[in-house]
């Protein structure tokens, strides 16, 4: 099975950027689909964005389109999230989730409940 660790988040004025990393351990995320979620404060979690490592299909919220970008970096076993523009409702913990069963698409990641979880890193855009 795969371990998922986040890094990343902090403290980012509005208008700002962040970079947030999810990396593999104990196995690489060759036959995975890897996606990013959020939860903010009395809310409940909600999809961000995912990717399909082979092939690189990509997903997103309507939300994050246009000022996220998800990609994968092959040799550190790596997804990432870039995030623009940030605002104040951007503010939530993320987390990264993968899952290696057939239906786990990059479009499917929002209907489906991944098997794997991260810790979770902050995320806070002042205003």
């Known amino acids: 099975q795969v371990q998922v660790v986040e890094s990343g988040g902090g403290l980012v004025q509005a208008g700002g950027s962040l970079r947030l990393s999810c990396a593999a351990s104990?196995?690489?995320?060759?036959?995975?689909?890897v996606g990013w979620f959020r939860q903010a404060p009395g809310k409940e979690r909600q999809f961000v964005a995912a990717i399909k490592w082979s092939g690189g299909t990509t997903y997103y919220a309507n939300s994050a389109k246009g000022r996220f970008t998800i990609s994968r970096d092959n040799a550190k076993n790596t997804v990432y999230l870039q995030m623009n523009s940030l605002k104040p409702e951007d503010t939530a913990i993320y987390y990264c989730?993968?899952?290696?069963?057939?239906?786990?698409?990059?479009?499917?990641?929002?209907?489906?409940?991944?098997?794997?979880w991260g810790q979770g890193t902050q995320v806070t855009v002042s205003s």
């Open positions: 104990g196995r690489t995320f060759g036959t995975y689909t």
């Open positions: 989730a993968a899952d290696g069963r057939p239906g786990a698409t990059a479009q499917a990641m929002p209907s489906i409940k991944p098997n794997y």
